[in-house]
């Protein structure tokens, strides 16, 4: 597979490992159940994107909602400076 950020394997592991260590499974299970109790069939997935873009906002990153029509959307999430 090819490598999208041009990282060598050990700094890729290095890099997996340091995030693994930071997930708290009590809070990815808060995520997880939030965004299940979300409504999104295939064509609606709009509210879904909101509240992605707004977890994605609280963790530091620049987020937006890219509307597709009033009832489509994706939630868009980058890293300064990457």
């Known amino acids: 597979m ?10 890729r ?5 340091e995030a693994s260590a930071r997930v708290v499974p009590e809070r990815l299970a808060e995520l ?4 299940t109790d979300i409504p999104s069939p295939t064509g609606e997935e709009a509210p879904l994107a909101r509240l992605i ?10 987020a937006r909602v890219q509307a597709l029509d009033e009832q489509q959307a994706n939630a868009v999430g980058s ?4």
């Open 53 to 62: 873009a707004s977890l994605l906002a609280e963790g530091g990153l620049q």
């Open 32 to 35: 997880v159940a939030a965004m």
């Open 2 to 11: 090819k490598n999208p950020v041009g990282l060598d394997e050990s700094s």
């Open 79 to 82: 890293l300064a400076g990457s």
């Open 13 to 17: 592991l290095r890099l997996r490992e």
